[in-house]
């Protein structure tokens, strides 16, 4: 920016400063349907969550040295073997009728090795609908060379292929932690190389929880094709989600490939407590030429004035300003945002449980609820000073100094919402004087280090544990996340 430039800036803003402190008076009662931000009109569909999920710096990028070649195995061949009529069986009628028995990798390759494949088949079909039983979960070709595939899972999960005239494994994972093999959940060619992918259903929990694992051939193997970011709790490989998840394939973007999304879903028994509020939540992962990687989440749209201010944060620190924009200004102004508080959240807890177990005459009556008087002013004063965060990022130093003057006239000295002015100040005095938001956002910290039950204690929402919640407690630079 030209030195003149700013100066000019600078005298605008510091008259705007002047004439906002010059102003005095009472406040006024402030509600969403009273407070509205000047320059800010509330769409009549405010718009649904959607930001790139990963933060830039922990996003899998595509390096061409890691690139799986997808290639076509060369045709395979396999033993000649005739079919056997009076042929043992491998699974017996015991272990058919177990869904936990197992089988080892030594005794199935013997096996179809000794009396070959169409004889194991051909004990395993179901008579009725020709359907595979037994734990033969598909006989198809995997590898893209014209022979099919064995994928079989008894406790121990075998995709079986074969070479000079031997079968082999080519493919194999261990029984998960409720002792079940893998499930061939789908076979597509979503990255569009010719060779399918395989999605399995890997792990599965107590409580109806499970996982998703992506393989496809690459030439001598299969391979994980998912890479998660480096901040994801679970394995590295995999996708975890609640006992409702799922996952499909669509082309989301239109381009002609294939994404993978994947809906957390929401748990159905105790372990729904931890997170209450629940929100629908899709992942997105698409194709980077090496892996499949995260790149967006979607949320549902928020029902809570908290999930808003969290939304528009996430929103912020992706560099989406239009929509953080359009959620600080519904967390101001909507009214339909619910409030929040401990005892809703054990309300709902409660609510919960009541209807699992048909118990309705236990279900609380919501009117004993009551919100904290203090939450919105919080709230809403937090949603004025971010939006002056992301004028001054943008440029629009004008707006900037419109909301940093309402901000000042809507919450006087010692009212509820007030520490977001000191905070404001803080922020401003200082890109004043140096005209660097990264500088002016570091005041901006300090301050809020010093001050921070006060500022972050419902930001971040008293006893709000949902599963996509921003904790200000360990990530305190959202509060302004312009310092690089």
């Known amino acids: 920016m030209k030195p003149y430039v700013f100066i000019v800036i600078v005298i605008c803003l510091l008259v705007g400063?002047?004439?906002?402190?010059s102003q005095s008076g009472s406040q006024s009662s402030?509600?969403?349907?009273?407070?509205?931000?000047?320059?800010?009109t509330l769409t009549a569909n405010p718009i649904p969550f959607h930001t790139p999920a990963p933060l830039p710096s922990s996003t899998p990028t595509f390096n061409p040295a890691d690139a799986l070649t997808a290639t076509s195995a060369p045709a395979a061949t396999c033993p000649n073997v005739p079919l056997y009529t009076t042929a043992p069986t491998l699974i017996t009628k015991d272990n058919a009728t177990n869904p936990f028995s197992f089988i080892s990798e030594q005794d199935i390759l013997e096996y179809l090795n000794t009396y070959g494949i169409e004889t194991f088949l051909a004990q395993n079909k179901n008579p009725d609908d020709e359907s595979w039983i037994n734990g033969i979960q598909s006989y198809t070709d995997l590898t893209n060379d014209t022979v099919p595939e064995l994928v079989f899972g008894r406790g121990n999960f075998f995709i079986i292929g074969c070479l000079n005239k031997r079968f082999i494994t080519l493919y194999q994972d261990v029984p998960n932690a409720r002792q079940t093999s893998d499930e061939v959940i789908r076979v597509v060619d979503a990255n569009g190389n010719g060779i399918p992918e395989i999605t399995l259903r890997t792990e599965q929990m107590t409580q109806g929880g499970h996982s998703y694992r992506i393989i496809e051939w690459t030439g001598m193997q299969f391979d994980s094709l998912l890479l998660q970011p480096e901040y994801y709790s679970g394995y590295s490989d995999e996708i975890s989600v609640n006992a409702t998840g799922n996952i499909d394939v669509q082309d989301v973007d239109h381009d002609g490939m294939l994404e993978y999304v994947v809906d957390i879903g929401i748990p159905?028994?105790?372990?729904?407590?931890?997170?209450?509020p629940w929100r629908d939540e899709q992942n997105y992962y698409d194709w980077n030429g090496s892996r499949f990687v995260l790149s967006e989440i979607v949320f549902s749209p928020p029902q809570y004035r908290i999930q808003a201010i969290q939304d528009g944060d996430r929103a912020s620190i992706h560099g989406d300003y239009e929509l953080a924009l359009s959620l600080y200004q519904q967390a101001i102004n909507d009214p339909e945002l619910e409030w929040w508080t401990p005892e809703k959240r054990d309300y709902l807890?409660?609510?919960?449980?009541s209807s699992l177990s048909g118990d309705v005459d236990k279900i609380p009556t919501p009117t004993t609820l009551q919100p904290d008087p203090l939450e919105y002013d919080h709230l809403a004063a937090y949603a004025y000073y971010r939006m002056m965060l992301i004028y001054v990022k943008q440029g629009r130093f004008s707006d900037a100094n419109a909301i940093y003057t309402e901000l000042q006239q809507n919450f006087?000295?010692?009212t509820a919402g007030s520490i977001f002015v000191s905070l404001a100040e803080q922020f401003w005095n200082d890109y004043l004087t140096s005209s660097d938001i990264a500088s002016a956002c570091t005041q901006a910290l300090e301050f809020a280090a010093k001050n921070k039950d006060e500022?972050?204690?419902?930001i971040n929402g008293s006893e709000y544990y949902s599963h996509n919640r921003i904790d200000y407690y360990n990530e305190t630079e959202y509060v302004c996340p312009f310092k690089e």
């Open 17 to 21: 400063l002047a004439s906002c402190n």
């Open 30 to 40: 402030l509600t969403p349907e009273t407070r509205q931000p000047s320059k800010i």
């Open 268 to 276: 159905i028994w105790e372990t729904y407590q931890l997170f209450v």
């Open 349 to 353: 807890i409660q609510e919960f449980f």
């Open 412 to 414: 006087l000295p010692n």
């Open 455 to 458: 500022i972050l204690l419902y």
